[in-house]
């Protein structure tokens, strides 16, 4: 039941954040969303993804590894897809990262770690987001570096306690590591799995690259959008509002990945004094351009589909009764024929 109302409150959240946008600002960017988009900008943007879907495959294929999991690159790049094409298509955007973990998991007969795989293999994007995010943000002009100069006192209050509660988990961690309670044992497990599938040594470099290549695909796909809307502004100046809007979708509240993301990056264009109107349009035609991008997808949604029906139709033909086949009668043996009385007497004389 709790994860059914948290359902509703992810999908309502999305949707009344969506709701808001068109109040205030009306259907025109939405549709403009729709018409500056042509061929050659669908192309990059699909190119893009093909990129950032390769890497982010291969960084799951990392985790995966670390972790005693087999995963081969091809496998991975198909489930990642078919996930991009879910979170896109239905409602909460983290469908598809479920399926890919499950299907994995059970593959390999173990779906706990399984999702622990995957989770670890979005937490090192993340990980790599926030803190590129943070870094610019807290250097490069933009509407948020202005709020935290004006309330720099609360900024550091916000800081302090996040660093207070980070070292309360640590220290809560540490303890457990040498108990023998049940929590004791699973902070040992997961302590290990980070490690192994995380900081060892075989892995983090290509985890790091792989994470970082994505982001930079992410933000190359954002300035292909803002050029499509007609946005003249410098990199320097959209970066860290590309930014904002990429740890916007982060936040577990959206519909296929729509709602946070065009609401911050309306009000980010619009407090940096660009037009809100246009930082929607551009937060539309990016999600239009991840949606085009995931669409290969479908095609291994539906050839999986095609190949599962086939394989359980030639199942079921196996395991049907044969007809039975009628031999024809045999002929009736030499001995059961009547003879004629000259020709045994002639046998039988030798004649």
Not at 34 to 56: H, M
Not at 140 to 164: D, E, F, K, M
Not at 223 to 230: D, M, N, T
Not at 251 to 262: A, F, H, M, S, T
Request: glycine content about 12%.
């Amino acid at each position: 039941m709790t994860r059914s109302v948290w359902a509703w409150v992810r999908m309502l959240g999305g949707a009344g954040i969506l709701a808001l946008l068109l109040w205030r600002l009306g259907t025109g960017a939405f549709l403009d969303g729709l018409r500056v988009i042509d061929g050659g900008a669908l192309l990059v943007a699909f190119l893009i993804g093909l990129t950032t879907t390769v890497f982010s495959a291969w960084r799951w294929c990392l985790v995966a590894r670390g972790l005693g999991m087999r995963l081969p690159l091809a496998a991975a790049i198909a489930d990642y897809y078919k996930a991009l094409f879910l979170n896109a298509a239905l409602p909460g955007g983290v469908l598809g990262d479920v399926d890919r973990a499950v299907r994995h998991g059970k593959d390999e007969g173990d779906v706990g770690r399984g999702v622990r795989a995957v989770v670890l293999e979005r937490t090192a994007g993340q990980v790599v987001l926030i803190s590129v995010g943070v870094v610019v943000l807290l250097t490069v002009p933009s509407p948020v570096l202005t709020h935290l100069r004006g309330h720099a006192g609360t900024v550091l209050i916000g800081v302090a306690i996040a660093v207070g509660v980070g070292a309360l988990l640590f220290l809560a961690c540490a303890r457990l590591r040498h108990g023998t309670s049940r929590w004791a044992s699973a902070a040992r497990t997961g302590v290990a799995e980070i490690h192994e599938g995380l900081l060892a040594k075989r892995n983090w470099p290509g985890i790091v690259l792989a994470s970082t290549v994505v982001l930079a695909g992410h933000l190359a796909t954002f300035v292909v959008a803002a050029r499509a809307a007609g946005s003249t502004a410098s990199l320097l100046r959209l970066a860290p509002l590309m930014l904002l809007a990429l740890l916007a979708m982060t936040l577990p509240v959206n519909i296929g990945g729509w709602g946070p993301r065009e609401g911050v990056t309306a009000w980010a264009f619009g407090a940096a004094g660009l037009s809100a109107t246009q930082g929607l349009t551009i937060a539309v035609v990016y999600g239009l351009f991840a949606f085009v991008a995931a669409l290969p997808g479908a095609v291994v949604l539906i050839g999986r589909a095609v190949a599962k029906g086939r394989a359980t139709r030639l199942a079921a033909r196996a395991t049907e009764p044969q007809p039975r086949v009628q031999l024809p009668a045999p002929a009736p043996a030499l001995a059961a024929v009547p003879v004629p009385a000259p020709v045994r007497v002639l046998v039988t004389t030798g004649a």
